[in-house]
């Protein structure tokens, strides 16, 4: 090699790194794409475990219907103070609800890793917000939302963020900080339906609108309660 040659020598061993550089590059974003789209095929599928499990736990269980006997309010979010108290003593609605996340995150555990696990866990959430959201809805056709159905409207979403949260820790160890925003954050329209629901004065709804509840979002959410009448 003479020195004349050096210049093109050093040209090619750093082309040849920075095509290095590229394929490791492109290496890593196509690894990323597929752990994103593992995640999306294992949350689709979870997803729909998830919604059955919160629209079948929402219903009455027997030992509930037992306990208010015929004629008693007809949904858990038409509550009145005998079926409040007798879901407060004999609801399985957080450990049916918790059964069904563990379930899912057993089967998330064995296919993602630790970030996809907290982002399905958030998307997860989502979807038992919706069901949670769509099943108050039918309800709320046949018999209005209450003060106390909307309060144990909030204690069902605080039974799903505490099932999911818990489901997707790790071992025994508490959830994090990050699966613990990501649950909430996908709680977060139900969370808010619970506290306007239970608002003693409807008027006082603008003062609950955040980016999960826009003004747009809260004449069909208040008319669950106060019907027509809501502002």
């Not at 609605?93 to 057993?106: H, K, P, S």
């Not at 038992?128 to 106390?148: E, N």
């Not at 999911?164 to 339906?193: I, K, Q, T, W, Y």
């Amino acid at each position: 090699m003479t020195l004349g040659d050096a210049p093109l020598t050093l040209v090619d061993d750093l082309s040849s790194l920075a095509a290095l550089a590229a394929a490791l590059a492109a290496e890593a974003a196509r690894a990323d794409a597929l752990a994103a789209a593992r995640g999306a095929l294992v949350s689709s599928a979870l997803a729909r475990e998830v919604e059955a499990a919160v629209a079948d736990a929402a219903g009455l269980n027997a030992r509930a219907r037992f306990a208010v006997g015929a004629g008693g309010a007809p949904h858990r979010y038409a509550a009145d103070e005998q079926l409040f108290e007798a879901l407060d003593a004999v609801d399985d609605f957080g450990d049916r609800v918790g059964r069904a996340a563990a379930a899912a995150a057993a089967r998330a555990t064995a296919a993602l890793g630790p970030a996809n696990k907290t982002r399905v866990a958030g998307l997860l959430a989502e979807v038992a917000a919706d069901a949670l959201l769509d099943d108050l809805q039918d309800k709320a056709a046949a018999a209005r939302v209450t003060a106390l159905g909307a309060l144990q409207l909030d204690r069902d979403v605080r039974a799903l963020r505490g099932a999911l949260a818990a489901a997707f820790a790790p071992g025994d160890a508490r959830p994090d900080a990050a699966l613990n925003a990501a649950v909430r954050e996908g709680l977060g329209v139900a969370s808010h339906a619970a506290t306007l629901l239970g608002l003693e004065d409807p008027k006082e709804a603008a003062d609950v609108v955040s980016k999960f509840v826009m003004p747009e979002d809260l004449p069909p959410i208040l008319a669950l309660r106060w019907g027509d009448a809501s502002p």
